[in-house]
């Protein structure tokens, strides 16, 4: 017999839900994905591990940041695939920061990181700046693709075509 959901849960758990809604009519809407061509933000990530990482010492590699939260479903799911992606790539230089968006119960991210093994860093963004530096990210998840020289190369918003995703990170690792 399980416990009953308290409201905090059951309110993370609505805005998952409401989260899947938005992505579903964005993607109808073809804004799945687009194109930038700004600077990634200078940031610093501060992982579940005690390990900060600012954004300048990522220079000269493909960066791979994924917003995301526990409670949403979408990013539940599509975290094997970016698991995958990230062991397929990383030793041609791939890093990859798993952020957990500000509402997100640290002990739960703790927890799924460490009972699915994820592969690379998770970070914490507590305070919610590092989502603001990113355009003020809300919808989970959300990944950008960062180039070598520090550009913003492509954001997804929503679970990405990952064929696509590895053809884009291929070229990005060889330029």
Known sequence: MSAP????????LTMGAATAIIIGVLTALGAFSSVKSQPA????????????IPSA???????MVNFWA??????VHEMPAMAETYNKYKSQGLEFIAVAMSYDVPNYVV??????QLPFKV???LTGEVAKAYGDVKLTPTTYV??????VIKRYVGEPE???LHALLEKALKA
């Open 5 to 12: 959901l308290s409201s905090a849960r059951r309110k993370r």
């Open 57 to 63: 010492s990522l220079r000269g590699k493909v960066v």
């Open 111 to 116: 927890n799924f990181a460490e009972t699915r």
């Open 41 to 52: 933000p200078q940031v610093t990530y501060k992982t579940i591990t005690g390990e900060v």
């Open 70 to 75: 526990t409670s949403c479903t979408t990013c």
């Open 146 to 151: 960062i180039g070598k020289d520090g550009n």
């Open 162 to 164: 990952f064929a696509e």
């Open 123 to 125: 970070a914490l963004d």
